[in-house]
């Protein structure tokens, strides 16, 4: 019993993570149909930036701060650069161009820090505090639930109260329509790349002192379970992404606890296949068909 | 017929070339035609029936791991002869064609960034096999891999690495000739039809899953004795050897040589094994600590390969083939006959991959 | 009275074949100005290039003295040209009060918007009873008024119509025709109206303006076009 609490918890915090994740990635495909592969390596990116800015300053916070500003810079960048571009292209392009900037980002972090995995450090305890004597919760797995939720209101709250939001929601559904109206889409579409350089950022910064540790490739397992996340939540849909976030984080929880840790890379692909060949256009969707 | 008059000229110029070249050369040719059998394979799923794989990495280790398996198994009993080296990789492409088709009958109704995602799930998730059944393929640390010294009527110097490059050489020929008679055949036609309208492809009468399938089989097959040839080459097998990176390295091979095009793919396999060299030959001359020149040696052909792919995509879509392709266009009229062969093959990415 | 949009040696088309040939356009301010043809003469091309959604290859679009030709959709906006395309372009995933603030946005939000988004839920009652509704729910007609008002909601001196009547009941469409002949007087608006409806067309427009086959034949007052019956019979077909 204490183990199914104990792995429930983790997973749940863990899921929380991957939602976040998730909900970058359906940011930009909203947008721009565009599955964002260097997703994971942009997070990497700001992370290594933290752990250099908190180990010059001597506080993780200035780190956190910086990372998640740079996450809002380093998507608009790379939105601007590169990925702009291939925008019209055929999507296997877009697909492509991303994963060059995976191998770039990581060849560039592996010159810069080496190939060596250096310890991401929590701000907070990780260790379970005992309810009954039941250990339940850590306070970094509160911060975790704490960062998320806050995160998760932000956005919901500039897509639904602000005209920012609205501007990007319209410009996401009907491009054509929004520049009509006064949109500028393609900055919307910066936008959203930005927001979502942040929101991938702050994933990164939560999951990697999880046992992670920082890589230029530690990201890769935790973007194909994001993936795998906005997939079971449905691509389009950023409530989809969080219920599909806090599902793998469940199911990868309890796969590592009860099965083999090595196992869950194995239960990542049998989920996503399992979605895509059962309900292609994930748990959430309405009636309407998708292509996938 | 054609095809094979080249496949044996070309062989006959190899075998020349490897007497021609150092041990290290010849391990370095080596390398590029194991490399060659998989983007080769490739650039047939991805340039000609439009289904992007990144889980090639992936096929690759289930090609090599059965190379250590079966010959390690053999030399064990107590078998000891050059034969048991066919046995082995035979072994390897039928487990990579197994799981190939697994892949492909998943991915058959997928497109898209759905069947980037799920082969990439598959790059990640595969190597943890290693880890899973630890008792027999020994986690990270891997296998190694037995294998007899050159047989002795080559006789006693020659070199082992010399004995590597023939038999990769043979194993890229030999899949390079299959690939090229496929292309051209009726199968070959088959698969551009699926990829260029799926619908029209369909209503023509065209089984399109089971087209989209069988490439992915066939590809499956060229990514596992590319995968057995490593295993070879290094005499070792391990999951770091076959990570997410290979699939990618592998992707810039064919997007750079040219999607669909299997000249493109031999500039692909070349640049794989030339650029990590000449990185590591130029950051020779300068005078750095050991510990930068470390950290350049495995990364700075990394951040090379993804700003090329990059590059390449955007500005430069049809590849290095693409450009020739642009430059024989010029030449005059004679030369003409012996050029329209490759420039049907080797067309830009809009055209193939529309949808 | 001075013309608020002229379009001289207008060019344009899609991926170089030209849909549009050398067309001259005059619209003063107040005043409508029916845009009239047989499928394929060039009217929603004309209609998209003057929003930018085309690019010109040859030609000037002034509008007030000013040349609009190379600025981007969004900005054309900004200086008073609103399009409504033709099948409406509500979006269904928005709310119709999303979809009408959304008209005005550029204008900036706050009270001047709420003010200009219920001023069109007085003018278009049946809209008012639907405000939180998503754009898929609503009807056709709905959906045109919606498209229409959302225009209006950015107080445009340039309304370009691309089928308003298309689909609607015949009282919709008198509605509608109301409406524009309310706005041209009211406010001074001029209004390029594309109409496959030449009666209802004719009817409220001032000028009227023939084109076939991405030329301009005719351009002349409303009245005359309606009772020149050869013009008719060779271009509109009745």
Redesign the interface.
Known sequence: MDRFVFLTVDGLSRGAVYAAFALALVLIWRGTR??N?AQGVMAVVTAYLAYSISNATGSYWVGFIVALASGLVLGAVVELA?MR??EH?????A???A?????????????????QYRPAEAPFSRVAMTVAGVPVVSRYDLFVFGAVLVLMLAVAALFTRT?TG??M??AA??P??????????ARTLTLGWALAGLVGALAGLLVLPTGLGLHP?AM??V??SA??AA?VGGLDSPAGAVVGGLVVGLVLSYVGGYV?S?????A??GL??AV??VR?GGLFSGTTAR?? | MRNLGIAAVSAALLLALTYLLDPFRDYQLATAAAYLCAAAGLTVLIGVNGQLSLGHGALMAFGAYPVALVQNELADRGVSAQWTLAVSVLAGVAAATALGAVVGVAAARLHGPYLAGLTLVVAVAVPSLATLFGGVLHGDQGLSVYLLPPPAALGPDFPFERWQAWLALAAAVLTMLLLANLMRSRFGRTLRAVRDDEVAARLAGIPVARTRVLAFVVSAACAGLSGAMFAILAQSVSPSAFALTLSLNLLLAVVVGGLGSLAGAVWGSLLLVLLPWLVDTFTADLTLSPDLRQRLAGNLPLAIFGLLLVVVMIAAPGGVQGLLKGVLKHVPQVLAPAVRGRRRSAGGLDDRLQR | MSALLEVTGLTAGYHGVPVLHEVDLTVRAGTICAVLGANGAGKTTLLRTLSGLVRPAAGRIVLDGAELRDLPVHELVRRGVAHVPEGRGVIAELTVDENLRLGGLWRGGGRALRQAVDQMYELFGPLAQRRGYPGHLLSGGERQLLALGRALVGRPRLLLLDEPSLGLAPRLVAQIMALLRQLRDDTGLAVLLVEQNVRSALSVADQAVVMSLGRVVTAAPAAQVADDAALRHAYLGF
């Open positions: 565009i599955i592969f590169v571009r291939v292209a055929p999507p296997l392009n697909v492509i161009v994963l060059g900037l995976v191998l770039f980002g990581q060849g560039v972090l592996g010159m810069i820090y080496g190939n005209a609205l501007r929601r319209a559904f009907e054509m329509v929004s520049r009509l109206l006064g949109v500028n889409v490739t890769d397992l973007f194909v993936f795998t997939v083999d090595a196992a869950t890379p194995l990542v692909l996503l296949v895509l060949l292609p292509r996938v």
